[in-house]
């Protein structure tokens, strides 16, 4: 009787393994969702919802984006760091989150114990420019400028701990120069006071200069990434123009809750990697100035770690906090 019993338990055992088994296999069973910590209609949310139209092509089921602003992107990145790990709430996790540790004394998630990567989508880089009236020319222009009259110089940003602002001062800090740091509420009031000439410089986005560029209305000095642009070949970076070492990106990185299961996260990279590739994402190269990755979570895990120590001593050293 024993027996039995022994072999219906592992004979149930069995099956319960099957089953569940088989449940893992279909994943995904039904709508995948997207949160952004942004509002609608910015690049993190173009990006986002170019993702979200490829992915559903290769995962075979819909893709949606949630949006949920506020806080400086903490209120969407909490609401992913609790959900069910099971593979159908995603984050899109930027640049914000890897510099948030530094600008608040306290969040109500660990980065590193509630989510887990899953692929590093794209980097993205800003643009330096200055009025076209401006006698600044270039990077050695803009820094003789600031050293010949300290304090007069100053750039906009779109808000404390943005890589508008970090990237500011981290020319700053490796030019030794100062500028007045003037914040907007994001960068089209920037462009219009520094088109206007109430402001000197910005360190912005392709998105948000390029056909301003195109058209005359704003000078670009150069690049703010480690190597020249496809989208800018002409255009030198600032390390090459004159602060050598320089080098300030911003990102685009998928994660999940921590605790989804492996096999579902490695599904989700493979699909990220395919998506990357496909017609909507080149004309986002050139308009948004991305650089597709869309490389293995490990990878995505230690670019994230070291954008949160580079970032963390340039904001100790320059005293941000978050407003």
Not at 217 to 239: G, H
Request: with cysteine.
């Amino acid at each position: 009787m024993i027996f039995k019993l022994n072999r219906l338990f592992f004979a149930l055992a069995a099956c319960a393994l099957l089953a569940n088994g088989a449940a893992r296999a279909a994943y995904p069973a039904h709508i995948v969702k997207i949160v952004v910590p942004f509002a609608p209609g910015g690049g993190t949310d173009v990006v986002a919802r170019t993702l979200a139209q490829e992915l559903a092509k290769e995962l075979g089921v819909s893709v949606i984006i949630e949006n949920k602003p506020g806080a400086g992107t903490i209120i969407g990145t909490q609401a992913v760091a609790t959900a069910e790990p099971d593979g159908y709430t995603l984050l899109m996790g930027t640049f914000a989150n890897a510099v948030n540790p530094s600008l608040y004394a306290k969040l109500p998630y660990d980065q590193h114990r509630d989510l887990a990567p899953v692929a590093l989508i794209a980097r993205s880089f800003s643009i330096v420019v200055v009025n076209p009236k401006s006698p600044i020319n270039s990077i050695k222009d803009l820094i003789a400028a600031a050293r010949a009259e300290p304090d007069k110089l100053s750039y906009g940003t779109y808000g404390t701990g943005t890589s508008a602002h970090l990237s500011g001062e981290l020319f700053k800090h490796m030019a030794g120069v100062n500028l007045t740091t003037v914040p907007y509420k994001g960068s089209a009031p920037a462009i219009t006071d520094l088109i206007g000439g109430q402001i000197q410089v910005m360190f912005t986005t392709v998105a948000s200069a390029a056909s301003l560029i195109e058209g005359g209305q704003l000078r670009a000095l150069a690049v703010t990434s480690a190597e020249r642009s496809a989208a800018f070949p002409n255009l030198p970076t600032v390390a090459e123009a004159g602060v050598p070492g320089y080098d300030a990106e911003a990102w685009y990185g998928l994660f999940v809750p921590a605790r989804t299961p492996s096999d579902i996260i490695d599904r989700l990279n493979k699909a990220a990697a395919t998506a990357v590739k496909a017609d909507a994402f080149k004309k986002l190269s050139v308009n948004e100035g991305l650089v597709m990755v869309a490389s293995p979570p490990s990878e995505l895990d230690r670019y994230f770690r070291e954008e949160e120590e580079r970032w963390r001593k340039v904001i100790q050293d320059a005293g941000i906090k978050a407003e």
